[in-house]
């Protein structure tokens, strides 16, 4: 049984016929007892059918532990977005990215397609100015 419907199926082909440059969605998982990684495999799977710049790539968080730390990575599972030459801009999507979190990992597909985060001029100035490392996180539950 598929993951994404049929109708839905078409709707995301249209969203990511346009990208730009290639994703790589990396997949850490935690072996037999991770819960919901079966889950994520299927959806990650019928996601990159979907478009010819997208590459699904699968590795185990405890035999992979030093491509996990390279990348900051200290829990699983886990999914991260590499751009074109694997450049890595930060985003992480820990669990299971259905409901909300589907459209936002789509969200951020294009943007990492494009190379680009489409954040406002002044937004990228007040950035600048940060001295320090910032650690943003968005916890997600759903309702």
Excluded: W
Aim: glycine share 6%; hydrophobic share 40%; charged share 30%.
């Amino acid at each position: 049984m598929s993951i994404i419907n049929e109708k839905d199926r078409q709707v995301v082909r249209e969203l990511l016929q346009n990208l730009e440059r290639p994703v790589k969605l990396l997949f850490f998982e935690k072996g037999e007892a991770c819960k919901h990684c079966r889950d994520i495999d299927q959806l990650l799977g019928e996601l990159v059918q979907l478009s010819d710049k997208l590459q699904l790539e699968k590795k185990n968080f405890d035999s992979d532990r030093e491509l996990a730390a390279k990348l900051g990575v200290d829990k699983a599972p886990v999914v991260v977005l590499l751009g074109e030459g694997d450049r890595d801009y930060g985003i992480r999507f820990f669990g299971v990215p259905a409901g909300y979190e589907f459209s936002a990992l789509l969200d951020d597909i294009k943007m990492v397609s494009a190379g680009d985060s489409g954040l406002a001029p002044e937004t990228r100035s007040a950035l600048a100015e940060l001295t320090e490392p910032l650690n943003l996180q968005v916890f997600v539950t759903p309702t």
